[in-house]
């Protein structure tokens, strides 16, 4: 009896001390947790990169200007005589606007450039990717959505008359649709809108627009028109501002990212499904992206976007640079032009399609790869989206079990078998098979109608690119994974690269020739990781090629002729006058690709020069770790022994 009461009492004891040891945990856990509301980007990301320390030094080769693009300097203002419009004007136009955050951007500042050519009120455009029907939240319109409306309506009452809406007695003949509506071109000639909707305008008093294709006007204006090419910059670089809370928020991201004290590069992966459905690139993935980018492309055949073949050959269009370049090739490059592994790599774009798994070499090559799900904590993303009615889940559903008579049916259709055997059960269906966007490839031949929550995610969408946008135009340097890939759109990194080139010229801004990288890659295909130290010198040469002015020569021939905005000189630009005096470039059209810009007023001439002598005085900046250069003709020999030489051997 004695023993067990002693049991007892030690039975007691240690359940005691159990109690009490949970509400102490419990206790320190309630304390605890009031504590964690300021979100610190270093803080939570200093746990998973290590390898971000102390301030370091800027390696001039790898951040440093460009000092052959330091004089030019942004100058969209008018320069010849540019009234302001009247109080009268030929009538309203109304505008929808398809697309996503490219198109839109692009769309916008056509919009404004055609209201100016026929001397019409612009009415506030409908970005139907957020108008109310998509499950954004109540505190937006479409257009607010983005935006800001009254500094888009502010800064431009010298340009264009712009109002919210139309007026009440002309709504409801909108919505008897009693107004005239047409369907520009992105390549539409100011001779189309003078002849034919201009006198449209003048009867009706209101047209309406539908803009698909990313733009309503050519790209490309007569030099007689160079003040509405201006008009473009003005609209693209200083009127369209985002709303103050992207703006802010987009802003604090570029703070996190510098206060580790070193530069950062931003990467664009450019990897879309449509671009890649439209360049016949879905080999390079092998697995049920290839399906789904091939779905896309028929569907774009069918709509007469592609006039080509459904299936062609992937690796062909790689080799002729139409193809992306992969994340691993792009580590690769930035390792070969001397990036260390400990390198800041903001990597943008709203979704890469193929996966996380297409990063993971990248991320192998260099530690520091964040993204805004990096730097924003969940509150602050949430809060710029804004209250939103809640939507229901999309639930998984497993597939119903199949009837007695479906059964019978299909052992009917099978038709005769060498035994009497029946058929085999299906396999089972796994969750983890059938959720996400692209379960339906697996059972339909039609890709479903989106849901709800998709169309909520495509809005979203907008918000997650415009402050990728912010972070890719602020970083100390900017890598593109597809830019200038030929198509009629324009691009993400196109308009990166020119608001970059509008803003800071000398800003180190990457052009690869995606031709010529793949040639590069195609001679050490066996043993990427472990190049020889003369293909490294080619690759890095060809790059630094990119960031001058072969680069730029190269960007005005390919990306201007779809996308104004990608290449805004020499008409949204001017030049500090120097020893050096750039003769002007033409191109077989006769049009200027590089060099004529005028010489700067004097105001800028002074600012530049006292901003010239300020950063003199600065110290130096640490080139320590930049490796041994070889003389410019072994490094162009080298260059053209690869160009022309097909049995070159990488190991000599």
């Known amino acids: 009896m004695a023993f067990k009461s002693k049991i007892k009492w030690v039975a007691l004891f240690v359940l005691t001390l159990s109690l009490g040891s949970l509400t102490v945990h419990l206790s320190l856990t309630k304390f605890s947790s009031m504590s964690l509301v300021q979100y610190s980007a270093k803080e939570a990301l200093s746990h ?32 010849n005589l540019y009234p302001v419009p009247g109080k009268t004007s030929n009538g309203f136009i109304y505008a929808k606007i398809f697309g996503g955050f490219e198109k839109i951007r692009s769309s916008i500042c056509d919009l404004v450039t055609i209201s100016r050519l026929l001397n019409a009120t612009l009415v506030i455009p409908e970005i139907q990717e957020s108008t109310r029907s998509k499950g954004i939240s109540y505190k937006f319109k479409s257009f607010s959505y983005l935006y800001d409306e ?14 919210k809406s139309l007026p009440e007695h002309f709504k409801s003949a909108r919505r008897r649709s009693e107004f005239p509506t047409f369907k520009p071109k992105s390549s539409a000639s100011p001779n189309y809108y003078v002849k034919e909707i201009l006198p449209s305008l003048k009867k009706a008093k209101v047209v309406g627009l539908i803009i698909m294709d990313g733009g309503c006007l050519q790209p490309i204006l007569p030099p007689i028109l160079s003040e509405f090419q201006r008009l473009r910059c003005r609209v693209a670089f200083h009127t369209l501002q985002f709303r103050p809370e992207i703006q ?18 931003a990467y664009h992966p450019g990897l879309v499904r449509d671009t890649l459905a439209y360049h016949g690139c879905a080999e390079l993935f092998q697995d049920v992206h290839t399906e789904l980018i091939q779905y896309r492309r028929e569907q774009m055949i069918k709509q007469g976007i592609v006039n080509d073949e459904l299936s062609v050959e992937s690796h062909i269009r790689r080799e002729n ?4 370049l992969m994340p691993e090739e ?3 490059l930035l390792r070969a032009m001397g990036y260390p592994s400990n390198t800041i790599i903001y990597v943008a774009g709203f979704q890469t399609f193929g996966g996380q798994r297409l990063l993971i070499p990248l991320r192998a090559m260099f530690a520091n790869v964040v993204d805004r799900t990096s730097l924003c904590s969940k509150t602050e993303l949430s809060d710029l989206v804004g209250p939103e009615t809640p939507l229901p889940p999309d639930v998984f559903k497993m597939p119903n079990p199949k009837s007695e008579e479906q059964l019978k049916e299909e052992w009917n259709r099978a038709g005769p078998r060498p035994r009497p055997l029946p058929p085999p059960p299906d396999r089972p269906v796994y969750q983890h098979e059938k959720e996400g966007w ?5 059972e339909n031949d039609k890709e479903p109608n989106p849901s709800p929550m998709d169309l909520r995610m495509q809005a979203h969408r907008l918000l997650w690119d415009a402050l990728d946008y912010i972070v890719s135009v602020e970083a100390d340097a900017f890598f593109p994974g597809f830019h200038s890939d030929g198509s009629r759109w324009p691009d993400f990194s196109g308009l990166v690269i020119g608001q970059r080139l509008y803003e800071r010229a000398s800003s180190r801004t990457y052009r690869p020739d995606r031709k010529k990288i793949t040639e590069l890659f195609n001679i050490i295909r066996d043993d990427m990781y472990h190049p020889k130290r003369n293909w490294i010198l080619s690759a890095r040469e060809h790059l630094n090629r990119s960031l001058s002015e072969e680069g730029l020569i190269r960007q005005s021939l390919l990306s201007k002729p779809t996308s104004f905005l990608s290449h805004p ?3 949204c630009s001017c030049r500090i006058s120097s020893v050096e005096i750039t003769k002007p470039i033409k191109g077989k059209d006769g049009r200027i690709l590089f060099g004529g810009e005028p ?9 530049r020069a006292e901003k010239a002598r300020t950063d003199e005085t600065e110290p130096a900046e640490d080139e320590n770790d930049e490796p041994e250069q070889l003389e410019p003709d072994v490094i162009s020999s080298l260059t053209s022994l690869i160009d022309h030489d097909e049995e070159w051997d990488p190991n000599d």
């Open 599 to 607: 010489e700067c007023p004097k105001w800028m001439q002074s600012a």
């Open 438 to 442: 692209y379960a339906w490839i697996t």
């Open 321 to 324: 640079g139409s193809c992306p």
């Open 150 to 163: 009254e500094q888009f309506i502010a800064s431009l009452k010298n340009d264009v008359n712009i109002i």
């Open 330 to 332: 792009v580590g690769l």
């Open 48 to 79: 998973d990169f290590p390898y971000i320390g102390s301030p370091v030094g800027r390696n001039k080769r790898l951040w440093g200007a460009v000092r052959s693009l330091e004089s030019l300097q942004p100058y969209a203002n008018p320069r």
């Open 569 to 571: 000189i020499p008409e």
């Open 248 to 265: 802010i928020l987009g802003l604090r991201m570029v703070e996190r990212l510098r206060a580790w004290g070193q530069p950062f590069l």
